[in-house]
């Protein structure tokens, strides 16, 4: 509808202007100047005039008395001498008494010298010709046709329609594209995990977006915690069989018994990522008040028992708010990951205000940059050097970037200067809920 109705109104306007308003006038011209044109003592474009020759002399209409004014300007007689206006131009009506011009008298005789004002008077278009003897004309008119009058009529209904359409447009572009912004900005943070639906003010056209990608997210949504649940179910169905072939395994002999005792460790490893992805999917975070350096600190002897070699830089104590076993599980997975590539592992802790960096450097071959995005997606494993050694499900990075997206921040991975890399826990200080 506003699109219809500023083409109307753009069209209305330019059918006024061009059809309607009358059309200007053409200039005025002055029997003097034209005669200065025909002697050659001015340039005809300067004054607005052209020039031109021609066999046959110019036709329309006369006035005697200003033809006479013409001859005797140019010095010529009047038979030399021709001062017509077109059939459609309305011809001066000018006549000598007394030597007063008065319009309508009838009096006919030689001009008197009222003719240098004749001759500067301003009058409608004409053509003045100047037979040269050698049957050729010399006439000099306006250089003016209605051809740009009519340009000069469809610029200024161009001009009017942009002025008129301007502040409409600038409004709807306005009233649609602040809520189309915030739109934006809301669809830049798209997470499944939020519940905070997109705003669904503005025009009718944005409101009907908005409802449909909130409805396409919480059925993307659902889908996604169906298929967790359906993953975490059948992840802890499989620890069954696996207890058999553990049993079974202690009854082989030794050599395959050790192989197959290393497989099902592996097998039950796999699993237990699974399952704590899962967790940290599905359940809510149960914030708590807790002492981060002693979590740091238990995390760090576990890894050491675990062949680990860890050095912790860490403060004295650091109250904070978080999901205890959320967090372990985040640590645990990144200090297993830098310690398997590096062998040891520096842990390190920054508090800035509200926001917790919690870092785990290690000296190892590193993530290219281009794989660090899609290793925090679940089920995606290294490359190259990282490729080699690994043997899990591809979900301890996805657990450890779920575990800081449910505490407000998010999993970096950074450079380290002098090689290695930097995994930075970025967390944020949050509101416990007593359950």
């Known amino acids: 509808m506003l699109a219809l109705a500023s083409q109307l109104l753009a069209t209305l306007v330019s059918v006024a202007v061009v059809g309607w308003l009358p059309r200007p006038a053409a200039p005025q011209m002055r029997i003097d100047q034209a005669a200065q044109v025909l002697r050659g003592e001015i340039a005809a474009a300067p004054a607005g005039l052209r020039l031109q020759e021609q066999s046959v002399p110019p036709a329309g209409n006369g006035n005697h008395w200003l033809s006479l004014v013409a001859a005797q300007q140019l010095g010529l007689p009047i038979s030399r001498v021709r001062l017509v206006w077109s059939s459609s131009a309305q011809v001066p009506d000018v006549h000598i008494v007394a030597n007063y011009v008065l319009p309508g008298a009838g009096k006919v005789g030689k001009p008197p010298v009222v003719e240098d004002q004749l001759a500067a008077l301003h009058l409608p278009p004409f053509e003045l010709g100047v037979h040269r003897g050698d049957s050729r004309w010399q006439v000099v008119g306006i250089d003016h046709s209605d051809l740009a009058i009519w340009r000069r009529q469809a610029l200024l209904a161009f001009l009017a329609g942009t002025m008129l359409l301007a502040p409409l447009a600038a409004w709807a572009a306005y009233r649609l ?50 298929l967790t649940r359906l993953l975490a ?94 967090l ?17 592992v520096e842990l390190r802790i920054h508090c800035l205000d509200d926001v917790l960096l919690l870092e ?61 890399l930097i995994a930075r826990l970025v967390l944020r200080r949050m509101q416990r809920r007593d359950r």
């Open 360 to 420: 785990v450097a290690d000296r190892g071959p590193g993530i290219p940059a281009e794989d660090r995005v899609r290793l925090l997606q679940p089920f995606q494993r290294g490359e190259a050097s990282r490729s080699c050694t690994t043997g899990g499900a591809g979900l301890g990075l996805a657990i450890v970037a779920n575990a800081a997206r449910r505490h407000g921040g998010e999993l970096l991975l950074l450079d380290r200067e002098g090689g290695g």
């Open 177 to 226: 594209g602040r809520p189309l912004r915030r739109l934006a900005d809301a669809s830049a943070e798209f997470d499944l995990r939020s519940m905070k639906p997109l705003p669904t003010n503005g025009p009718r056209e944005v409101r009907m977006l908005a409802e449909a990608i909130n409805t396409s997210r919480a059925r993307l949504r659902e889908q996604a915690e169906d």
């Open 233 to 326: 179910a059948a992840a802890h169905d499989l620890r069954t069989p696996l207890t058999g072939l553990r049993i079974r395994a202690e009854l082989a002999p030794p050599e395959p018994a050790k192989r197959m005792a290393a497989d099902i460790e592996r097998m039950n490893a796999m699993i237990q990522q699974v399952l704590d992805y899962a967790r940290g999917e599905l359940d809510p975070p149960s914030i708590q008040h807790l002492d981060l350096v002693i979590l740091v600190d238990d995390c760090a002897h576990a890894a050491g028992l675990r062949g680990v070699k860890v050095q912790a830089n860490l403060p004295d104590s650091l109250p904070w708010e978080a999901d205890t076993l959320l």
């Open 328 to 344: 372990r599980r985040a640590l645990d997975n990144l200090i297993d990951n830098a310690g398997r590539y590096a062998g040891s």
